[in-house]
Nanobody
Framework: QVQLVESGGGLVQAGGSLRLSCAAS????????MGWFRQAPGKEREFVAR??????????YYADSVKGRFTISRDNAKNTVYLQMNSLKPEDTAVYYC?????????????WGQGTQVTVSS
């Protein structure tokens, strides 16, 4: 069993930045690739970013809509995954969810956090 708790959401103006955190507990954090999804009102939950690792190598993957603006990272010592969001746009407004394992398909996610609201004003 894995528990995921997100934090860091809020209201920001377009062009601003936010950093989301996802604290994981339960099964060994380092066993999972981790990811972020988001869901806007009236829309399906969509993939945002994932991070995986093998030995000393870290691999990241992003949705085209956030590539170059968002950065996913992890701190295994703190069992925490981060999503640094820069140059935010109104279309980034959504509830952001931490996910394990970090797949790109929402239906393949086994564990979800409770979500954190991000609102970007124009």
């Amino acid at each position: 069993q894995v528990q995921l708790v997100e934090s860091g959401g809020g209201l920001v103006q377009a062009g601003g930045s936010l950093r989301l955190s996802c604290a994981a507990s339960g099964r060994t954090f380092s066993s999972y690739a981790m990811g972020w999804f988001r869901q806007a009102p009236g829309k399906e939950r969509e993939f945002v970013a994932r991070i995986s690792w093998s030995g000393s190598f870290t691999y990241t993957y992003y949705a085209d809509s956030v590539k170059g603006r968002f950065t996913i990272s992890r701190d295994n010592a703190k069992n925490t995954v981060y999503l640094q969001m820069n140059s935010l746009k109104p279309e980034d407004t959504a509830v952001y969810y931490c996910a394990a394992p970090g797949t790109v398909v929402a239906g393949d996610v086994a564990y979800w956090g409770q979500g954190t609201q991000v609102t970007v004003s124009s």
